[in-house]
């Protein structure tokens, strides 16, 4: 008796939709360190030789939306906002889906797309994109943020695939070559940029890293890396009437702790049970 052959499960060719698949590159780091304006500057400079579009995420707003579309990088159709509603972590790293709809959405609407750019809301030094969403991501810092920014760490500054120390041209009030060196030493060897709008050498060094990073989707040969979660923690929104309680070990509820509960009726207590 002969037998069918099992379909192969490996060496399967990549659709044509997989094939097309852009470039996703995240854009994170705290607030106002210019993430914004790191998008502008490779939009302007790489729009006319790779197909680019963009995904903004802000909480109640398409600001950054609409400051990119202003500034006339892209046609205004290749900039699109999601208005996450919630902490801008949540949308990058715990439930991606309304990025990736709009990354998909974007790759089908201008297809082919080279490079979808996604700037995640302005957070803190923890927020990371996941994997599942982006291929590659930049971790932006400011020289405004301190010189002792880089030193503290986290998963972006020390593992993200490129650091940016960015604004040097205020430099003068910041020791910038200390930033960078404490950066550097923060990513074990991982590729750090000092750059500013004003200065066109840094600005061409952005430029090829995201050339580098296209081609090297392209071919196949990197692979995306997880730079790590952000350390766990609780919205205390999330159970407005079950905080986490501090009780001592014998039981007790230390004073302190007694005014943070609130029962329905919203008067303040302890709980009963
Ligand atoms: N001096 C200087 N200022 C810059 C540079 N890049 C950006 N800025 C300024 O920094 C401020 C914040 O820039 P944005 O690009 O809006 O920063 P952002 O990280 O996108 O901000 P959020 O989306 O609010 O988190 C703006 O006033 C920019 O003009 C730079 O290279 N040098």
């Not at 208005?83 to 801008?88: F, I, K, L």
């Not at 790590?228 to 159970?239: K, L, Q, R, T, Y």
Request: aromatic share 2%; hydrophobic share 40%; proline share 8%.
């Amino acid at each position: 008796m002969t037998q069918t052959p099992a379909p192969a499960t490996t060496d399967v060719p990549p659709t044509e939709t997989s094939a097309r698949r852009a470039l996703r590159l995240g854009v994170a780091g705290p607030v106002g360190t210019g993430k914004s304006s790191l998008i502008a500057l490779v939009c302007r400079h790489l729009a006319d030789e790779l197909s680019l579009a963009v995904i903004t995420n802000d909480i109640y707003t398409d600001e950054d939306a609409r400051f990119l579309r202003s500034a006339g990088v892209l046609p205004a159709e290749r900039i699109r906002a999601v208005e996450t509603g919630a902490c801008p972590h949540t949308a990058i790293r715990d439930d991606i889906t309304m990025n990736l709809l709009a990354v998909e959405d974007l790759e089908r609407d201008f297809a082919p797309v080279d490079v979808v750019l996604v700037e995640s809301g302005g957070d803190n030094l923890t927020a990371t994109f996941s994997p599942g969403l982006v291929d590659a991501q930049v971790f932006v810092l400011d020289v405004a943020g301190g010189g002792d920014v880089a030193r503290k760490g986290g998963p972006g500054i020390a593992r993200a695939d490129l650091l940016v120390i960015n604004k040097t041209d205020l430099g003068p009030h910041v020791d910038v070559d200390t930033m960078v060196a404490d950066a550097t030493a923060a990513r074990d060897g991982g590729p750090v940029l000092a750059l500013s709008r004003t200065d066109p050498t840094s600005v061409e060094a952005l430029c090829a890293w995201v050339r580098r990073m296209h081609q090297q989707h392209v071919a196949g040969t990197h692979t995306p890396v997880d730079p790590g979660p952000m350390a766990p923690h609780v919205h205390a929104h999330d159970e407005p009437h079950a905080p986490v309680a501090l009780v001592e070990d014998d039981g007790t509820v230390p004073d302190k702790q007694i005014g943070r509960w609130k029962d329905d009726g919203g008067a303040i207590g302890a709980p009963t049970s």
